[in-house]
């Protein structure tokens, strides 16, 4: 391996240049009311608030930062319903009758997807691509063979492959036909302009912080002001509101990063991800300058457990440059989503006492179409009318005995840190690091954390999440402090960047 183009100094998305000429929204001052309040400005909720204008609703959308930054501001785009493995598990576990409605979901929302880009001429280097999930590892053969046999069960469009066009190592490949990959912002930023000309209200730097159920509920927000309304739709990532649905403990968080290459190989097309971990995910994608680029992804881990993070890029950079050659690493990011227990989203009412709140999570890397998804089913029970994804989704769903394995295992894990963060021993002071590191430290005999910045400015944070009290850990590649139990992050000063966490880490003074 010769040459190894550096990363990137600061983490930066793909995408997010596409959206700096959208305007800002104010944040709201005062209260109001709609029939429909959305909170979230991410492709779930934008794409709920332009289905229900469309349809001559009066919907105000809360954004507690600015639109687009969060999630959809960081994926990778393909739009797909090869959610990695999942036919397989899901014929086992649900039966063949929902393993089928979980496809037709997804090739619905890609088929949405695509007529609206169609019909609205919208610019967002839309292009159709095979997806396949490959595998180097004997041990997955037989895994994909099995996912096979699931396709021709469910009649999904694909084949069974010895190898794959890309050239990387691959013993076996399943692929699925006739999906697509385009430019997410490109095509938010469309949506956000064509649901604000239909009369949407958007605000943004408005924190969402509670609900008030009841037949007229109220979103009520960190200011003090409030949105009284017919429905709530909650599409805030990871739910702000519970509601008695539990959801801190039916979910965890997982990262994941990607680097956007340049490279003089020529690129044989597909969307490609690896079934076994560590997981490699390729795509290719234009830059705003045009210049084509691949994005290489993958080095998944639960959030707040995979310390040292730059370690998963220079993982990612490894790679890059071993099998495509990289000639500059012109981009790095990273984000989190949520997985559920059984790994199916939940989106629908939040439970079934509470007819008129409706969340949309849980989707496991694969929102583009679980989220647009959510937005047509959610938009349709607002409405009253029916949809064949109601039950398959419904966040009140009973769980199989698998989910609640799973569940107990997340759960075990969330305790572990929970417990294990408070006895760990921690030995560095403040006064050890360097400029621009972070770190846990001891202050006044107990663990803190703290962050020297290129000035050697120091910033002392209680490491105590304000969500559930577990200790956040330091994120070196994102120089952000995140948590292990339930994804939240806070800026490396202690501003919720994430949630469910609503309140800032303390800051502590030092004598
Ligand atoms: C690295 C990575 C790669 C991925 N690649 C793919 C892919 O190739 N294909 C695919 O289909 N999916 C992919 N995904 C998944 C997909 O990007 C996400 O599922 C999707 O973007 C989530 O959208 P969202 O609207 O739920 O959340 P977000 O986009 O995060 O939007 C939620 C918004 O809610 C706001 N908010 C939070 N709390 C509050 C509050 N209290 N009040 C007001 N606003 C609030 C946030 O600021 C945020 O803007 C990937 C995910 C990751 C992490």
């Known amino acids: 391996m010769t040459n190894i183009p550096p990363l990137p100094t600061y983490p930066e998305s793909l995408w997010m240049q596409a959206i700096e000429g959208l305007p800002s929204y104010s944040k709201l001052q005062h209260d109001i009311e709609a029939d429909v309040a959305i909170v979230g400005g991410g492709i779930s909720g934008i794409t709920t608030a332009y289905k229900l204008t469309q349809a001559g609703v009066k919907v105000a959308l809360l954004e507690a930062g600015k639109l687009l930054h969060g999630t959809t501001g960081h994926t990778t785009a393909k739009i797909t319903a090869q959610h990695h493995l999942i036919y397989d598990e899901l014929i086992k576990q649900e039966g063949k009758e929902k393993a089928a409605l979980y496809f037709k979901a997804n090739q619905d929302a890609r088929k949405f997807m695509e007529s609206l880009i169609e019909q609205q001429a919208i610019e967002c280097g839309l292009q159709a691509q095979d997806a396949y999930v490959f595998t180097n590892s004997d041990e997955y053969v037989q895994k994909l063979q099995n996912e096979m046999s699931a396709y021709e069960s469910l009649g999904i469009h694909g084949a069974y492959l010895d190898r794959i066009p890309l050239n990387v190592p691959a013993k076996a490949a399943v692929r699925m036909d006739g999906q697509a990959q385009f430019h997410p912002l490109q095509y938010m930023a469309a949506l956000v302009k064509m649901t604000a000309e239909a009369g949407c209200h958007l605000y943004e730097q408005t924190t969402a912080v509670d609900i008030q159920e009841g037949p007229q509920p109220k979103v009520v927000t960190a200011d003090g002001h409030s949105v009284t309304c017919k429905h709530i739709v909650v599409c805030s990532?990871?739910?702000?509101?519970?509601?008695?649905?539990?959801?801190?403990?039916?979910?965890?968080?997982?990262?994941?990063?990607?680097?956007?290459?340049?490279?003089?190989?020529?690129?044989?097309?597909?969307?490609?991800?690896?079934?076994?971990?560590?997981?490699?995910?390729?795509?290719?994608?234009?830059?705003?300058?045009?210049?084509?680029?691949?994005?290489?992804?993958?080095?998944?881990?639960?959030?707040?457990?995979?310390?040292?993070?730059?370690?998963?890029?220079?993982?990612?950079?490894?790679?890059?440059?071993?099998?495509?050659?990289?000639?500059?690493?012109?981009?790095?990011?990273?984000?989190?989503?949520?997985?559920?227990?059984?790994?199916?989203?939940?989106?629908?009412?939040?439970?079934?006492?509470?007819?008129?709140?409706?969340?949309?999570?849980?989707?496991?890397?694969?929102?583009?179409?679980?989220?647009?998804?959510?937005?047509?089913?959610?938009?349709?029970?607002?409405?009253?009318?029916?949809?064949?994804?109601?039950?398959?989704?419904?966040?009140?769903?009973?769980?199989?005995?698998?989910?609640?394995?799973?569940?107990?295992?997340?759960?075990?894990?969330?305790?572990?840190?929970?417990?294990?963060?408070?006895?760990?021993?921690?030995?560095?002071?403040?006064?050890?690091?360097?400029?621009?590191?972070?770190?846990?430290?001891?202050?006044?005999?107990?663990?803190?954390?703290?962050?020297?910045?290129?000035?050697?400015?120091l910033y002392v944070v209680d490491t105590t999440c304000t969500h559930m009290g577990c200790e956040v850990e330091w994120n070196d590649g994102e120089r952000t402090w995140d948590c292990p139990c339930h994804g939240s992050r806070f800026s490396m000063t202690g501003e919720v960047m994430e949630g469910p966490a609503e309140k800032p880490l303390k800051s502590i003074s030092l004598p």
């Open 237 to 457: 990532h990871f739910p702000f509101y519970d509601g008695h649905g539990f959801f801190f403990a039916r979910m965890h968080a997982e990262r994941s990063y990607a680097l956007g290459i340049k490279t003089d190989q020529t690129y044989p097309g597909g969307m490609y991800i690896s079934a076994e971990e560590p997981t490699r995910s390729i795509r290719s994608a234009a830059s705003s300058d045009r210049t084509p680029l691949l994005i290489v992804g993958g080095q998944n881990h639960k959030t707040g457990q995979g310390i040292c993070t730059i370690n998963h890029y220079e993982a990612l950079q490894a790679y890059a440059s071993q099998h495509f050659n990289a000639s500059d690493i012109a981009y790095r990011w990273s984000a989190q989503d949520l997985v559920t227990g059984d790994k199916i989203p939940y989106i629908g009412r939040i439970t079934a006492s509470s007819p008129n709140i409706y969340i949309a999570t849980g989707f496991k890397k694969w929102g583009m179409t679980s989220g647009t998804a959510a937005a047509m089913l959610i938009s349709d029970l607002i409405q009253e009318k029916n949809n064949e994804y109601e039950e398959l989704f419904a966040p009140s769903r009973s769980l199989s005995l698998k989910t609640l394995k799973n569940l107990v295992v997340d759960n075990f894990d969330v305790a572990k840190h929970l417990v294990g963060g408070k006895l760990e021993m921690v030995r560095r002071k403040p006064e050890d690091l360097a400029p621009d590191e972070g770190s846990a430290v001891t202050v006044h005999g107990r663990r803190a954390g703290a962050y020297r910045d290129k000035e050697g400015k």
